[in-house]
């Protein structure tokens, strides 16, 4: 089996052209920042001096306006290189260290880039000081292409050494799993012709290969566990993801601190809530995970009154349902209890309570109750829920107005999960008019 025919070879070559693909866009990316906020600034700088300059002919008139060009010529320095020009109408210099009039339009105050007759190129703007008049201020741009130079020489010495760096660490860890992959194939292909006394080979090394050696060992049941961990890899990728996007948070709040850019700051703003909602996504989705995974186990529950936490979710919701315009109402009979985990009861109310003053109109009502069982209804009379929905809105990412709704569709689905955790299911019915939702044991008859 050639290098590349491998999956490790394979996942060594697709390694190294995303990284190849990702440098290249990093630094085009870069370079397009880099560009367009230089020239800006550029530009800024053009216009602010010529401004002033124009203040300065205004009120001091031609010659105070000369001086004042001769002294900013001499008192320039090498790193911020100024051009000036003032010349007739038609273009011959009166004083300045441009010796030709460009071909810019003085009357439309024109700007743009122009090459010098020493092939320097600048950027500069004109415009018609009087009718026997015209003035044109300019910035050298080669500080610009020098950084722009820079950046891409950067960027590709860095691309060729983390491209280098991914190719020999995926050839030699390629070569040596394959030996060891390859052991593991002769001994599954034995007991996948019969022979089940032939033990999968353990490297002793204490890694994954030799942890999945043990396991598959361990015949059926450590197989299932694998497969169950197996499934569980998106989960533990979003806990991975979460302290890095805590990180550029971080970093967005300090860069909206040092700038002073309000157009930036609302940008970054934005970022930042982005990062906040892939955050409680993650979240919501890890919490899925980890519900339906304890599902029968009962560390943590304990006998909680369901009557007392359905009144606090109450009062919590009375007043939002007040500021709606909705109708919000009750029925708990006291003391229902039962063995469960009161967080997790809380969330779901909260979720199912959330979700009918979001679908119920202003004017139209909403209705909590509590009966022993215990059974939990949460009843509005809103646009309803169609037949074909019912149970799939408990599915994640299912939204039943996708177009206007907000969120992520996790709400259902977490509150299910969170029901089945603690041994109750909600089943979603009609309340002709709107919704009716309720929850009650497993195993209710």
Avoid at 79 to 104: F, Q
Avoid at 419 to 435: K, S, T, V, Y
Wanted: hydrophobic share 40%; with cysteine.
């Amino acid at each position: 089996m050639g290098l590349f025919s491998s999956l490790f070879g394979r996942l060594s070559l697709i390694v190294v052209m995303v990284s190849i693909m990702s440098v290249a866009a990093l630094c085009a990316m870069t370079e397009w920042i880099v560009r367009t906020e230089t020239q800006a600034q550029i530009e800024r700088s053009v216009d602010t001096d010529i401004a002033g300059l124009a203040d300065i002919y205004i009120t001091g008139g031609a010659d105070e306006l000369r001086q004042r060009m001769n002294d900013r010529l001499q008192l320039q320095s090498p790193g911020d290189i100024r051009y000036y020009l003032l010349a007739s109408p038609s273009g011959t210099a009166i004083t300045g260290n441009v010796k030709h009039w460009p071909a810019l339009s003085s009357e439309n105050s024109e700007a743009g880039p122009i090459k010098l007759a020493d092939g320097t190129e600048i950027f500069a703007r004109v415009t018609q000081l009087n009718p026997d008049l015209k003035l044109l201020v300019g910035r050298d741009t080669t500080g610009q292409s020098a950084l722009l130079g820079r950046i891409r020489t950067a960027f590709l010495i860095a691309g060729v050494l983390l491209v280098l760096m991914v190719f020999v660490i995926g050839y030699y860890s390629t070569r040596r799993l394959k030996n060891r992959i390859g052991a593991i194939n002769d001994a599954f292909r034995e007991i996948g012709a019969g022979n089940l006394t032939i033990p999968v080979p353990v490297d002793s090394r204490g890694d994954e290969l030799d942890e999945l050696s043990r396991h598959s060992n361990a015949m059926t049941k450590r197989l299932v566990d694998l497969i169950a961990a197996h499934r569980d890899i998106s989960d533990h990728t979003a806990h991975e993801l979460r302290t890095p996007l805590m990180h550029l948070d971080n970093r967005l709040v300090a860069a909206m601190r040092q700038s002073e850019d309000d157009f930036h700051i609302e940008t970054l703003g934005r970022a930042r809530k982005d990062i906040r909602d892939i955050i409680a996504m993650l979240d919501s989705l890890l919490d899925i995970a980890s519900s339906r995974a304890q599902k029968g186990d009962r560390t943590g529950l304990s006998e909680c009154n369901i009557s007392d936490i359905a009144g606090e979710m109450a009062d919590l919701f009375a007043e939002s349902a007040e500021d709606l315009g909705i109708d919000f109402s009750t029925d708990i009979i006291s003391g229902v209890r039962m063995i469960a985990n009161p967080a997790h009861v809380q969330r779901i109310l909260s979720n199912l309570l959330d979700n009918a003053l979001k679908y119920t109109p202003k004017g139209g009502a909403v209705k909590l109750a509590v009966q022993p069982g215990p059974v939990i209804t949460v009843r509005d009379n809103g646009s309803g829920i169609a037949a074909n929905m019912r149970e799939k809105i408990f599915e994640r990412f299912v939204r039943i107005d996708a177009n206007g709704a907000k969120g992520h569709g996790l709400g259902l689905a977490l509150s299910q999960a969170l029901a089945e955790r603690n041994g109750l299911i909600i089943g979603c019915h009609d309340a002709q008019p709107g919704a009716l939702f309720e929850i009650r044991p497993e195993r209710s008859d």
